[in-house]
């Protein structure tokens, strides 16, 4: 990727994220849609027949607590309808969940995966997977969610989430894990380098070609400061990922966890621009010479979430770093965190990545909208690589969405996807999904 490029990228992504700063910000159709789901529940009072002690406000505000997650993304099933909480409103308790399905066709050579991932688009399509028909339950979830406030222990909330996601889409699989006590989160959960709110809206469960998204184990402190602004830092335990698959290296077991932070100004509850960054351990065995050596890692992304208009919604992000493809990108279906030098045999080292991804989302009405967005990931190892080697993907996806009741929701979308690799063969792959989401 050159430096024209890089730089078009960089200033279109700027431009993105601060059209809200142009202007005096309007209450969006966005959270409208989010108001709706928030009333459309099932309250049950622990203890006590009809309303109960507290505030209204009160009761709104916890109530409001179960949908509001700075690490939400698009597909992440809705606020509970089912809560139960006690007369005082201070423990809450939901149960929920979403059944979804997804049906698929590709054509121009099938990409043998539930998710459009550029990675596996076949450079010489078998004859006999030219078009696929697929469908999948994938993403189908139950969750369990505790919120309360204690005199000693102050506010805490548990969280568990379970997806449909596992062999051929059908076995459980455990998303998240984890407890919140005041500004500490500890357990499985989404990374802290990652911005899950600034990926735009896809039918597709793999959604941009650059997401960093994926669940770790981690301590999180969180901390809220001044109008808008907050701060975290986190320890994460995330396996890296090596290619040696030309012998003489294998790969040394994590004993430091990475380490991420972000620094973030929000201006409303839909509304963010970012700066995240990790620094992660990577480790290996040279074989020939029986020593171990340890490589930096390090990843930094720019994202935003913003509404220039009550009706628009705009998502950005733009990551780059060497040795961070295991947290997410195209990249993490190979193994790019560390790679062989070439005519050195027992070497590794952590070649460089970088990708970006732009959308928009118009909304008709607060239940209904249309989104479109371009993504791109580029390999940037310092070596040259072998010809065959994957060079950048894109994936362009344009899709629309429909909130029949605040708990039914209807998608169709068609995505085009390309591979090129370094010798400059390259092929494009067509997909066109429809999605039905029942949340309760």
């Known amino acids: 990727m050159n430096i024209r490029h890089t730089t078009a990228a960089i200033a279109f992504i700027m431009a993105v994220l601060s059209t809200e700063f142009s202007g005096v910000w309007a209450?969006?159709?966005?959270?409208?849609?989010r108001d709706s789901v928030c009333t459309s529940r099932k309250l049950a009072i622990i203890g006590q027949h009809g309303e109960p002690t507290a505030s209204s406000d009160s009761v709104r505000h916890l109530i409001d607590m179960f949908y509001y997650d700075q690490f939400r993304h698009f597909q992440d099933p809705e606020a509970p309808y089912f809560l139960f909480m006690s007369k005082d409103a201070t423990l809450a308790m939901g149960m929920g969940g979403a059944v979804r399905m997804r049906a698929y066709v590709d054509w121009h050579g099938s990409v043998q995966s539930p998710g459009f991932a550029p990675y596996l688009i076949p450079m010489r399509p078998d004859p006999a997977k030219m078009r696929k028909f697929g469908t999948t339950p994938a993403g189908s979830s139950?969750?369990?969610?505790?919120?309360?406030?204690?005199?000693?222990?102050?506010?805490?909330?548990?969280?568990?989430?379970?997806?449909?996601?596992g062999y051929q889409a059908r076995d459980f699989h455990l998303k998240k894990a984890y407890a919140a006590i005041n500004d500490f989160t500890i357990g499985y959960t989404v990374s802290t380098f990652s911005?899950?709110?600034?990926?735009?809206?896809?039918?597709d469960a793999q959604g941009p070609v650059n997401k960093i998204s994926g669940s770790t184990?981690?301590?999180?402190?969180?901390k809220k400061f001044g109008k808008g602004w907050s701060a975290a830092v986190s320890a994460e335990n995330t396996p890296s990922q090596a290619d040696i698959s030309e012998?003489?290296?294998?790969?040394?077991?994590?004993?430091?966890?990475?380490?991420?932070?972000?620094l973030q100004y929000e201006w409303g509850p839909t509304t963010h621009i970012r700066l995240a960054g990790i620094v992660r351990s990577l480790s290996y065995r040279d074989l020939t010479d029986g020593t171990n050596h340890h490589k930096a890692g390090w990843g930094a992304m720019l994202s935003g979430i913003a509404h220039p208009a009550p009706q628009v919604t705009t998502f950005a992000s733009i990551n780059y770093g060497h040795g961070y493809s295991s947290l997410g990108s195209d990249l993490q279906i190979g193994n790019y965190d560390m790679v062989p030098v070439p005519g050195q045999k027992g070497r590794l080292y952590a070649p460089a990545s970088m990708g970006w991804c732009a959308g928009?989302?118009?909304?008709f009405r607060p239940n209904l909208f249309a989104s479109t967005s371009v993504s791109r990931t580029h390999y940037l190892p310092a070596h040259t690589p072998d010809g065959a080697e994957y060079k950048?993907?894109?994936?362009?996806?344009?899709?629309?969405f429909w909130n029949l009741t605040p708990r039914i929701q209807i998608g169709a979308e068609?995505?085009?996807?390309?591979?090129?690799?370094?010798?400059?063969?390259?092929?494009?792959?067509?997909?066109?999904?429809?999605?039905?989401?029942?949340?309760?």
Do not use: C
Request: zero cysteines; proline letters at 4%; a neutral charge.
């Open 414 to 440: 068609i995505d085009w996807g390309m591979r090129r690799n370094f010798d400059g063969d390259h092929n494009h792959a067509w997909r066109a999904g429809a999605m039905a989401q029942f949340s309760f």
């Open 392 to 400: 950048y993907g894109m994936v362009a996806a344009i899709n629309t």
């Open 360 to 363: 928009v989302q118009y909304n």
């Open 247 to 262: 012998g003489g290296t294998k790969v040394v077991d994590n004993w430091i966890p990475d380490g991420a932070a972000f």
């Open 142 to 165: 139950l969750f369990f969610r505790v919120i309360g406030r204690n005199k000693t222990v102050g506010s805490y909330q548990i969280y568990i989430e379970a997806n449909f996601n």
């Open 27 to 33: 209450r969006n159709m966005m959270d409208a849609q």
């Open 217 to 222: 184990v981690l301590i999180r402190y969180t």
């Open 195 to 203: 911005d899950p709110m600034a990926l735009p809206p896809t039918v």
